[in-house]
């Protein structure tokens, strides 16, 4: 009897990534709010994005929009954005702590390079090796004693590093900015841009193999890797701090683009635009801060974007939304 190979069946199961018209989320009263989103699909040319809810930006307050779409196999993505009516502060006059006294006041390039001065000033990294005995406690698991949370996969794994056999290890130590494009070996005995805390995670190995050298997005393909919601903020703020700790003044040049296809240049990462963006949907959180804290206490510096959210929106943007109108 005659067996007829039929064709593979290829399922569609991937939702749509949504990009909202405007990242601004809080705007003064009486302020237009525009309201709008798109999507793209990895399989449909064209699918359609809607918004449910309304603001009324003549009454202060908090106003949720649910935004969606549907593919054609049916698979919805769906965004919840929080818009905040009311006093906007001017982030020029935003009275910062002590260690930022010199940054105030300050956006554009002249905001970066006192940053830069700020951060640099009394930093006394540790080498590469040593930070194989510090993450278990910047990223402990704040649920589990003694483990730390894997930043990709987002497990809880035993802190403690330990090699069952040789470079095969219970978790590694991931560059966010790779280190590959710092410029510069990762080598135990050293300490330069490869063993900055600030930009160490552990990570699973296997999963920290399949990101590579990719830049960030909302998708994961060839050329982009797209990390777990509850992480993206994280990464962007992490890589916000990297660009300006390590710029052309303290004698690095790194640099963070906006790229669409390919890998990044030595010393480039991106992509800009998507980090911005999450950046301002995700605010800090409990975590973010305690690593904060933690690696102060090692290194004697701080990721500034972890303290003072808004200095992102004065390097990187418009300052559109601190506009009434």
């Not at 949720?64 to 054609?72: G, H, L, P, R």
């Not at 301002?280 to 959210?309: S, T």
Request: hydrophobic share 35%; proline share 5%; aromatic share 10%.
């Amino acid at each position: 009897m005659e067996h007829i190979r039929l064709p593979e069946v290829h399922f569609d199961t991937t939702p749509p990534v949504i990009t909202l018209d405007s990242s601004q989320t809080t705007y003064a009263v009486d302020a237009t709010v525009p309201l709008g989103c798109t999507a793209v699909d990895n399989v449909d040319p064209s699918v359609d994005c809607t918004y449910t809810g309304t603001v009324d930006s003549s009454i202060e307050g908090t106003y949720d929009i649910t935004y969606s779409s549907t593919d054609a196999s049916a698979n919805t993505a769906t965004l919840i954005v929080t818009y905040t009516i009311g006093t906007v502060v001017d982030p020029l006059n935003i009275d910062m702590d002590t260690y930022y006294d010199s940054a105030e006041g300050l956006s554009g390039a002249a905001l970066e390079a006192a940053l830069t001065l700020i951060i640099n000033n009394g930093f006394d990294g540790v080498t590469y090796g040593e930070s194989r005995y510090l993450l278990d406690d910047t990223d402990a698991d704040p649920a589990i004693a003694g483990n730390v949370i894997l930043v990709y996969l987002q497990v809880s794994e035993v802190g403690e590093w330990y090699c069952p056999t040789t470079n095969d290890c219970n978790w590694n130590r991931e560059h966010v900015w790779p280190q590959s494009l710092l410029g510069v070996s990762a080598d135990n005995g050293t300490t330069n841009v490869a063993s900055d805390l600030h930009n160490l995670k552990p990570a699973d190995s296997g999963e920290n193999s399949s990101r590579s050298n990719k830049f960030f997005d909302n998708l994961t393909t060839t050329d982009a890797y797209e990390p777990p919601d509850e992480v993206k903020c994280d990464i962007a703020r992490i890589l916000f701090y990297m660009t300006v700790m390590y710029n052309e003044s303290s004698g690095y040049d790194l640099e963070l683009i906006d790229i669409t296809s390919g890998e990044p240049n030595i010393y480039q990462m991106g992509n800009l635009a998507t980090l911005l963006a999450w950046h301002e949907l995700d605010p800090v959180d409990a975590f973010e801060e305690a690593r904060n804290e933690a690696i102060f206490g090692y290194q004697h510096n701080r990721n500034p974007f972890i303290d003072y959210p808004h200095l992102v929106e004065l390097i990187w943007g418009n300052h559109s939304y601190y506009t009434t109108n």
